[in-house]
């Protein structure tokens, strides 16, 4: 079956920098693009980006140009969220998704809570 | 960007209750709309693609509608593991983007 697990929870300081990382299994991994939703402490969702494991292109949300990184390593069927620049406003839940065929996020990691406090 | 504009951001309903939760576009995005239930801790599950495919699964209550700017979700009957928070996503054009999110609680 489809799984996509996150690695664990995070803390970090105001400046620093974060990898967050989505290993996925039960199916092609370089067939389908991984985005990235985060989700902060009482409120809505927010769309990061994506990219294509299959040929390493990316399309980031304007509001993290320069901040955000997304890999991912095909042997390890691994995508990799990085965030640098850290603020108290990027305290969240960031979440991995698939996206299907149908241009729908069909199948979700579990989430990985990372707090930024000085 | 294309903003999503959810309404209401809450509801109360009783179970046995129909239920319809609207989102609107500010530009067409086809049929390129998607609904989402989350409940409290966890992540989101996929109830409706497409803006009216039913996600394999999901119970036949649940239904989406619209194509444009417009759409609704509708739950019929609602059920008791049916009070959540419930979100639009447009997926027709980069940056995708979420509704604000309707939270439906208990009457």
């Known amino acids: ?118 | 960007d294309i903003q999503m504009t959810q309404s209401p951001s809450s509801l109360s309903a009783s179970v046995g209750d129909r239920v319809t939760i609207t989102c609107r576009a500010s530009q067409s995005i086809r049929t390129y709309l998607n609904w989402y239930q989350q409940k409290p801790g966890k992540a989101p599950d996929l109830l409706i693609y497409g803006a009216s495919s039913l996600q394999s699964g999901v119970p036949s209550r649940f239904s989406g509608s619209g194509s444009g700017t417009d759409f609704t979700l509708t739950i019929d009957s609602l059920q008791r593991e049916d009070f959540a928070t419930y979100y639009c996503l447009q997926s027709n054009s980069s940056p995708w983007t979420f509704g604000q999110g309707t939270k439906v609680e208990i009457k």
């Open chain 1, 1 to 118: 079956q489809v799984q996509l697990v996150q690695s664990g929870a995070e803390v970090k300081k105001p400046g620093a920098s974060v990898k967050v990382s989505c290993k996925t299994s039960g199916y092609n991994f370089p067939g389908y693009y991984i985005h990235w939703v985060r989700q902060a402490p009482g409120q809505g969702l927010e769309w990061m980006g994506w990219i294509n494991p299959n040929r390493g292109d990316t399309k980031y949300a304007q509001k993290f140009q320069g901040r955000v990184t997304m890999t991912t390593e095909t042997s390890i069927s691994t995508a990799t969220l990085g965030l640098s620049r850290l603020s108290s406003d990027d305290t969240a839940v960031y979440y991995c998704a698939r996206r299907a065929g149908t241009a729908n996020l069909d199948y979700w990691g579990q989430g990985t809570r990372v707090t930024v406090s000085a």
